[in-house]
Every structure is written in C-alpha cells, then in structure tokens.
C-alpha cells in the first residue's frame, strides 16, 4: 500500500505539471486531480489503519 501511495503522489504531481502546461482540458484535469486527491486519502488512511493493527 505504500508504493501504491508513493506512485499516487507522483503521478499528483505529474498531474500538476500537465495543469501548468495547459497540455489538457483545466476540466477534465480536475476531475483527474479531484479522484487522484480521493485516492491518495483513501490509501493514507488505510495505510494508517494497518500500521496500527499491526503494532507499528
């Protein structure tokens, strides 16, 4: 899980270079970003959750 949230982070800011360029439609990159965001929350938290039911 943490490599998934270590990608998810990189491709976040790939994203955000992609925004800078104008190399999308500042619409449909905000959806892309919006969901990526989603994600990256979801696995910070289960992350989380498995540190402490493991003892971590």
């Known amino acids: 899980m943490k ?5 998810l982070r990189e491709v976040l800011v790939w994203l955000r ?3 800078r ?3 999308c ?3 449909r990159l905000a959806e892309i970003i919006k969901e990526c965001d989603e994600l990256i929350a979801i696995f910070v ?3 989380k959750t498995a540190e ?3 003892g971590k």
């Open 17 to 19: 270079i992609i925004e």
């Open 52 to 54: 402490e039911k493991s």
């Open 21 to 23: 360029k104008g190399l």
């Open 45 to 47: 938290t289960s992350v």
């Open 25 to 27: 439609p500042p619409e």
């Open 3 to 7: 490599i998934c949230l270590k990608e």
